[in-house]
């Protein structure tokens, strides 16, 4: 992506001051804090050394903190109204506290904290409320917060509306639409040790081919998601296995050894990531338009590839890019088929970079050794079309190659992979390998151990 116009280094923006408000905290003795940046960087003390390749958290230096609260809050939808949660310049480097593990839909009474306690003991987590700061913050968010939407016509009283944990959001002086956001994601790192993994009848991998139950179907036809087409979800899957009844199965974290826990034979290896990062979404998609579906501005991607280390590329559709994060995942395979992950509570650690005048139609994403482009519909075979477009439009960008040229280079070189098939618009990642640009130099900004 390096002669992409969207990732030319020199468009990144120098300054990185941020600007106080209400919702976060800068740490003491930042750059920001202190003076200022004076430059963009990543710093250099994490370029010499390399990061943790581990899911263990490790200090990454950053300059404004964005907590766990009420007020930052919000419950499944993104909103281009809410009080941003920070306001930094390009270049700021900001963490993220991310909150998970609650059982009940939170709140942080005497009752609500005794089940809490019950539930922990229940699957061997040896802990309490007490001794968890993420979960109280998780417990109080949760309970307090205002940043939910009102439940469906005729629901019966007290009915909540739940949705993915997302923090946000943050507002970046200077964006406008028809720019784009480089987020790079310096340290992802759970902050409880367990994560849980569940999922019912009727949704999931082995409701595919099915019909979508009425409500489901409703809500996916109210979406303006890209392209067009599909089913998902279901009361039974069209032959072949089936589901059951509803389970959720915990997996206890071992961040020193970066392992998962999943019974006494099987282990699996952490790999920390949100799977929500979003800008907010274009006015065309409604006002606070819900999570679960992915779209051009990203959103509940669940791509894998987005751990430590990894750069996400998003378009610009309202001022101030408006990022918003949550999700929480401690490990994921690629198709997510069960509909989670390991869902867990995650800090995340990412610095924004403001590309003016760069635009994007779909999130393009890089790591150390590779390119991703995505597709995104709720029929598979329109999500595998459009990566392939979007990866020949990307060779035809780098390379200067015609059609044909293209398409014969992604057919031998390139991988693409199922991403989810559980959010309503079934995601294609193309792993475009950076070692086939024999000439390019090693720049990108990351360097594992």
């Known amino acids: 992506m390096n002669s992409s116009p969207l990732l030319d280094r020199?468009?990144?923006?120098?300054?990185?001051?941020?600007?106080?408000?209400?919702?976060?905290?800068?740490?003491?003795?930042?750059?920001?804090?202190?003076?200022g940046f004076s430059r963009l960087i990543v710093p250099t003390t994490l370029l010499a050394l390399g990061f943790a390749a581990g899911a263990s958290a490790m200090e990454v230096p950053y300059d404004v903190l964005v907590p766990c609260t009420p007020e930052n809050l919000i419950v499944g939808h993104y909103s281009s109204t809410k009080k941003p949660v920070a306001v930094v310049k390009s270049g700021t480097v900001v963490r993220i506290e991310g909150g998970g593990g609650a059982r009940g839909g939170g709140g942080d009474g005497e009752a609500a904290v005794e089940a809490q306690n019950k539930w922990l003991k229940?699957?061997?987590?040896?802990?309490?409320?007490?001794?968890?700061?993420?979960l109280q913050e998780t417990m109080k968010a949760l309970a307090e917060t205002t940043n939910r939407l009102p439940p469906p016509p005729g629901a019966p009283p007290g009915t909540g509306v739940g949705g993915h944990f997302i923090i946000g959001p943050v507002y970046i002086e200077d964006a406008e639409p028809g720019d784009s956001l480089e987020v790079r994601i310096l340290d992802v790192s759970p902050r409880i040790p367990w994560g849980s993994t569940g999922g019912s009848p009727g949704r999931g991998?082995?409701?595919?081919?099915?019909?979508?139950?009425?409500?489901?179907?409703?809500?996916?036809?109210?979406?303006?998601?890209p392209g067009a087409g599909g089913r998902r979800g279901g009361a039974g899957a069209a032959g072949g296995m089936a589901l059951p009844r509803p389970?959720?199965?915990?997996t206890l974290l071992d961040l020193?050894?970066?392992?998962?826990h999943f019974n006494k034979n099987i282990e699996v290896p952490l790999a920390p990531f949100m799977g929500v990062m979003a800008?907010?979404?274009?006015?065309?998609?409604?006002?606070d338009r819900r999570s679960t579906a992915p779209g051009t501005f990203g959103g509940n991607l669940d791509c894998k590839e987005l751990v430590a280390g990894t750069t996400l590329y998003l378009p610009v559709y309202q001022k101030g890019g408006l990022f918003y994060t949550g999700d929480s995942h401690a490990a994921q395979g690629d198709g997510e088929i069960s509909g989670t992950a390991i869902e867990?509570?995650?800090?995340?650690?990412v610095q924004f970079i403001l590309h003016k005048g760069k635009t994007l139609t779909m999130p393009r994403a890089e790591t150390p050794t590779a390119y991703i482009a995505f597709g995104l519909d709720p029929d598979l075979n329109k999500a595998m079309k459009q990566a392939i477009d979007e990866t020949l439009s990307f060779l035809q960008e780098k390379e200067g190659l015609d059609l044909l040229q293209a398409y014969?280079?992604?057919s031998i070189a390139v991988d693409f992979h199922v991403t989810q098939v559980v959010d309503r618009v079934f995601g294609i990642h193309a792993m475009i390998p950076k070692r086939i640009f024999v000439n390019d130099p090693d720049s990108y900004w990351y360097r594992a151990k």
């Open 247 to 250: 389970f959720s199965k915990v």
């Open 122 to 134: 229940e699957n061997d987590i040896s802990l309490t409320v007490a001794d968890s700061p993420a």
């Open 205 to 225: 991998g082995l409701a595919l081919g099915s019909s979508p139950p009425e409500s489901m179907a409703s809500a996916s036809a109210a979406l303006p998601l």
């Open 10 to 35: 020199r468009s990144a923006r120098a300054a990185a001051q941020s600007t106080p408000c209400a919702g976060f905290v800068h740490r003491p003795g930042s750059p920001v804090a202190n003076r």
């Open 256 to 260: 020193k050894r970066n392992a998962g």
């Open 279 to 287: 800008t907010c979404p274009p006015d065309s998609e409604g006002p």
């Open 344 to 349: 867990t509570a995650d800090t995340c650690t």
């Open 408 to 410: 014969a280079l992604s």
